[in-house]
């Protein structure tokens, strides 16, 4: 059962993953593929989401055990994803066709099967709140490597990133917006694991 929806997920992140480089080549002219996967990279989404595929094919395949501050982690930087997409970046654009089903698969389904994994299936014993702070590195190395990479390119890929548009005392508001949010939500989520069964196993 642990293996056959770890496998779910992970081909459902997986097939979200090619349905939104194809949409990107085709937005982007159809250049090379190393082009169009450089451009997906500066995405905090796609990002995350290639670390939910890697997770869950390797569970799937070999019957790994995620450990409890990496499932729980990874879990809440996807539901982020999710949160941040419906909340702030929805509105900006309407996708139709396979970009719609892209958009759906990487932030709406992927968010919601990990977190069923989590409440379900995952070991969730021993969690702290210095496991939220953990969880803070990988937001955190992400917002300075595509404010270095706005920096060299010129491309931001998200609004509230955008130091050429916003100037940079805006942005640092914004990413410590965001940085206490994950922070919030690292927190809820160690207080809602122990709410539940300590003896379930991942």
């Given at each position: 059962?642990?293996?056959?929806f770890?496998?779910?997920?992970?081909?459902l992140?997986?097939?979200?993953?090619?349905?939104?480089f194809?949409?990107?080549s085709k937005?982007?002219?159809?250049?090379?593929?190393?082009?169009?996967?450089?451009?997906?990279?500066g995405?905090?989404?796609?990002?995350?989401?290639v670390?939910?595929?890697?997770?869950f094919?390797?569970?799937?395949?070999?019957?790994?055990?995620?450990g409890?501050?990496?499932?729980?982690?990874?879990t809440?930087?996807?539901?982020?994803?999710g949160?941040?997409?419906?909340?702030?970046?929805?509105?900006l654009?309407?996708?139709?066709?396979?970009a719609?089903?892209?958009?759906?698969?990487l932030?709406?389904?992927?968010?919601?099967?990990?977190l069923?994994w989590?409440?379900?299936?995952?070991?969730?014993?021993?969690l702290?709140?210095?496991?939220?702070i953990?969880w803070?590195?990988?937001?955190?190395?992400?917002?300075?490597?595509?404010l270095?990479?706005?920096?060299?390119s010129?491309?931001?890929p998200?609004?509230?990133?955008d130091?050429?548009?916003l100037?940079?005392?805006?942005?640092?508001?914004?990413?410590?917006?965001?940085?206490?949010?994950?922070?919030?939500?690292?927190?809820?989520?160690?207080?809602?694991?122990r709410r539940?069964?300590?003896?379930?196993?991942?």
């Amino acid at each position: 059962m642990y293996r056959v929806f770890a496998a779910g997920i992970a081909l459902l992140a997986l097939a979200a993953l090619v349905a939104q480089f194809l949409v990107s080549s085709k937005l982007m002219g159809s250049p090379g593929w190393g082009d169009v996967l450089w451009r997906m990279a500066g995405y905090f989404t796609i990002l995350t989401n290639v670390l939910v595929t890697i997770t869950f094919a390797l569970k799937a395949l070999s019957g790994w055990r995620i450990g409890t501050a990496w499932s729980s982690g990874l879990t809440l930087w996807i539901l982020v994803v999710g949160a941040v997409y419906h909340a702030v970046l929805a509105a900006l654009w309407q996708p139709t066709g396979l970009a719609w089903w892209a958009d759906q698969g990487l932030h709406t389904a992927v968010p919601l099967l990990v977190l069923a994994w989590w409440l379900w299936l995952a070991d969730k014993r021993g969690l702290r709140p210095r496991d939220a702070i953990l969880w803070l590195i990988w937001p955190a190395a992400y917002c300075a490597y595509a404010l270095i990479r706005g920096a060299v390119s010129g491309f931001y890929p998200y609004p509230f990133l955008d130091v050429a548009t916003l100037g940079a005392a805006t942005v640092a508001a914004n990413a410590g917006g965001l940085i206490l949010a994950f922070a919030g939500g690292g927190l809820a989520l160690v207080a809602l694991a122990r709410r539940f069964d300590h003896g379930w196993q991942s």
